[in-house]
């Protein structure tokens, strides 16, 4: 099979596009002929030796996509079954070995494509909305970095829950997609966005999703008093300490935020993806059209996406 791989850590230049061998599956694997395979930084920061890895080289990125069951050691899953996964290793390949506690099913109306843009940023703004924070009809809830993928979805699901949304972004363009995307207000880092943010809410934002995490204690500044910070990212930069006596203080709370501790389990994957399907299936939240690139164009794909220029959601088709 073909895969993308690199053998050193670097820039785009180390990928390459190379033959090796099949998967071999274990008890309890399908293998899966991929049909779409989801980029993310993650990949970008695997590719340039700063995040964790499996395997030896050449290294295969990836962790999300969907495709077709090929191969199979469990009754359960069939030639032709249509299936996705958030998080299994080496999905840069023409074919994956699926552990069956990983696998999600595909509905019907659900594309591979849609499948790859949606699951790990589509679950992530799902467990900030629902278990991070429990969001309630009325409330108002900051979210960082409102344009890019987790934010798009964060305040589609934030808005489909009844609270009012304020979105940061970087730019007037990438205001420009926020606001598509159904927030209330929109403001812009580089302008004084705090004394903005108090205008439209004198007391402060029920809650801020920051991914940004060099911005935490700016926003603590704009949560309200007994409100709530919950940090999942770090874009820019690690945060400054937070001091305990601050919290006491201010009776406000930090909680952290990883997708890993809520897809402990098979059913949980399956629970968690099925509500996002659905509700893209009724129309309640939308996708921007992801941008596609070959899986032999991997250098391409890894550029744009470190260009910061994307919008929507980059995915690999081998």
Not at 22 to 44: H, R, S, T
Not at 187 to 209: M, Q
Request: net charge negative; charged share 20%.
């Amino acid at each position: 099979m073909k895969a993308l791989t690199f053998s050193t850590f670097g820039n785009s230049d180390v990928l390459e596009y190379i033959e090796i061998p099949n998967p071999q599956l274990k008890n309890d694997e399908i293998l899966v002929e991929m049909k779409a395979i989801g980029l993310n930084f993650a990949d970008v920061y695997r590719r340039k030796g700063n995040y964790h890895l499996k395997g030896n080289p050449p290294f295969i990125a990836g962790y999300e996509g969907a495709g077709i069951v090929v191969d199979s050691n469990n009754s359960d899953y069939k030639i032709g079954d249509r299936e996705a996964f958030a998080d299994v290793p080496f999905a840069n390949a023409e074919l994956v070995s699926v552990n069956t506690n990983h696998v999600i099913p595909l509905p019907d109306d659900i594309s591979f494509e849609t499948a790859a843009a949606v699951l790990l940023q589509g679950l992530t703004a799902h467990y900030l909305a629902t278990d991070s924070h429990k969001t309630t009809k009325g409330e108002t809830v900051l979210i960082h970095a409102a344009a890019g993928g987790v934010g798009q979805l964060l305040t589609q699901i934030s808005k489909l829950l009844g609270a009012n949304v304020i979105g940061l972004t970087s730019s007037a363009e990438k205001a420009k997609t926020a606001i598509k995307q159904g927030v209330d207000h929109v403001l812009l880092y580089n302008e004084n966005w705090k004394s903005d943010l108090f205008k439209i809410i004198p007391k402060g934002v029920d809650v801020v999703y920051d991914s940004i995490g060099s911005t935490l204690m700016e926003s603590f500044e704009v949560t309200k008093e007994c409100g709530q910070v919950v940090f999942f990212g770090m874009a820019g930069g690690d945060p400054e300490f937070v001091n305990p006596r601050m919290l006491m203080d201010s009776s406000k709370t930090l909680t952290g935020g990883d997708l890993w501790s809520y897809l402990n389990s098979k059913e949980e994957r399956i629970k968690r993806a099925n509500q996002l399907f659905t509700w893209i299936i009724e129309g309640k939240i939308t996708l921007a059209e992801p941008t596609s690139f070959k899986l032999s164009e991997g250098k391409l794909a890894h550029d744009f996406l470190e260009s910061r220029k994307s919008t929507g959601k980059i995915i690999l088709i081998p």
